[in-house]
T-cell receptor, first 111, second 113 residues
Framework: NAGVTQTPKFRVLKTGQSMTLLCAQD?????MYWYRQDPGMGLRLIHY???????AKGEVPDGYNVSRLKKQNFLLGLESAAPSQTSVYFC??????????FGDGTRLSIL | DQQVKQNSPSLSVQEGRISILNCDYT??????FLWYKKYPAEGPTFLIS?????DKNEDGRFTVFLNKSAKHLSLHIVPSQPGDSAVYFC????????????FGGGTRLMVKP
């Protein structure tokens, strides 16, 4: 039982490059989330989705875009990477009103 | 403005003793609170939760206490074990359709053998 799987686990980008982080869940959860974790700041919500085809902004959405074309997948895109986006990114999924389940994260460095 | 705060970045406890991790919040609309545990290079895992209609919830060695008037919750681990060494995040939720969580900054717990 894989749960929540994030791809890739590590990535180094140059400023201005673009990339997409993939999140896949096999628990048939309606809700999916993208967070970033920075030292001392906990996890901050970037974007979230309450169902296939729907997305919404979280606390820190600027510089990111998302898509939820399939229920099991939630993609996070960086169109033009900036050093301030160096962080650890976590994807999570949940059913309504249930605790969120997290993937193991993607460590992203932008030079 | 952080709505959920964990004011102690780290805590060191001897094995077998009690660990107490604290969390304060400012948003009176939060109705549900959770604790997550995180090991290095892994994602957070759910540990225990409490509804705002309760003041205590217990699960084995873990107990969460909620003081709504003080906007304060705490996680007690008794007895502490070396395997409990991890970063603990407090999180809170407002009752809405998105099930969104607001996290504190985390407390690193070190349990010494």
């Amino acid at each position: 039982n894989a749960g929540v799987t994030q791809t890739p686990k590590f990535r180094v980008l140059k400023t201005g490059q673009s990339m997409t982080l993939l999140c896949a869940q096999d628990m048939n959860h309606e809700y999916m989330y993208w967070y970033r974790q920075d030292p001392g700041m906990g996890l901050r919500l970037i974007h979230y989705s309450v169902g296939e085809g729907t997305t919404a902004k979280g606390e820190v959405p600027d510089g990111y875009n998302v898509s939820r074309l399939k229920k099991q997948n939630f993609l996070l895109g960086l169109e033009s990477a900036a050093p301030s986006q160096t962080s650890v990114y976590f994807c999570a999924s949940s059913s309504a009103r249930q605790p969120q389940h997290f993937g193991d994260g993607t460590r992203l460095s932008i030079l | 403005d952080q709505q959920v705060k964990q004011n102690s970045p780290s805590l060191s406890v001897q094995e077998g003793r009690i660990s107490i991790l604290n969390c304060d919040y400012t948003n009176s609309m939060f109705d549900y609170f959770l604790w997550y545990k995180k090991y290095p290079a892994e994602g957070p895992t759910f540990l225990i939760s409490i509804s705002s209609i309760k003041d205590k919830n217990e699960d084995g060695r873990f107990t969460v206490f909620l003081n709504k008037s003080a906007k304060h919750l705490s996680l007690h681990i008794v007895p502490s074990q070396p395997g409990d060494s991890a970063v603990y995040f407090c999180a809170a939720r407002v009752d809405n359709a998105g099930n969104m969580l607001t996290f504190g900054g985390g407390t690193r717990l070190m349990v010494k053998p």
